[in-house]
């Protein structure tokens, strides 16, 4: 294994994003439409946050209870998305090292981390794709 291979190896390049006046059923729509977990939050080109899935999840019912679908779209219509979003965001840039992004995932409670450039978004790493290239080496 390499100690000081960059996180743009790694990191996906074509992220799916919204804008802080989009609305969490955009949101969910991306989730449910790409099969991702996280989607980092712009207001422009600049990152301001990220929203993840288990954020959702913590608002709703549907995971809970059956026929409460119509509860679930009033709570995602009453709230925005700077509301729920982490806006105390940890990033990384794309030459960070791989080892680097892991140390972040097993000290801190992320899972995926906005990769930048100064503050304009260029990327995300996840821990499933710290799990793959650790996979990848074996």
Do not use: C, W
């Not at 949101?27 to 939050?41: D, E, G, Q």
């Not at 995602?76 to 090292?97: F, G, H, R, W, Y």
């Amino acid at each position: 294994m390499k100690n000081r291979e960059p996180a743009s190896k790694i990191m996906t390049t074509k992220v799916h994003a919204v804008q802080e006046n989009d609305t969490l059923q955009d949101v969910v729509a991306l989730f449910r439409k790409h099969k991702i977990r996280h989607v980092p939050v712009l207001s422009g080109k600049k990152i301001a946050g990220i929203i993840s899935r288990t954020d959702i999840n913590r608002l709703t019912f549907g995971a809970l209870f059956e026929n409460q679908e119509g509860a679930d779209e009033a709570i995602l219509e009453i709230l925005s998305i700077p509301q729920v979003m982490t806006s105390k965001l940890k990033v990384v840039n794309a030459e960070d090292s791989i080892r680097d992004v892991a140390e972040i995932f097993a000290n801190e409670e992320f899972h995926a981390l906005p990769v930048v450039d100064g503050e304009e978004l260029k990327g995300i790493v996840t821990t499933t794709d710290i799990i793959q290239y650790m996979l990848d080496q074996y």
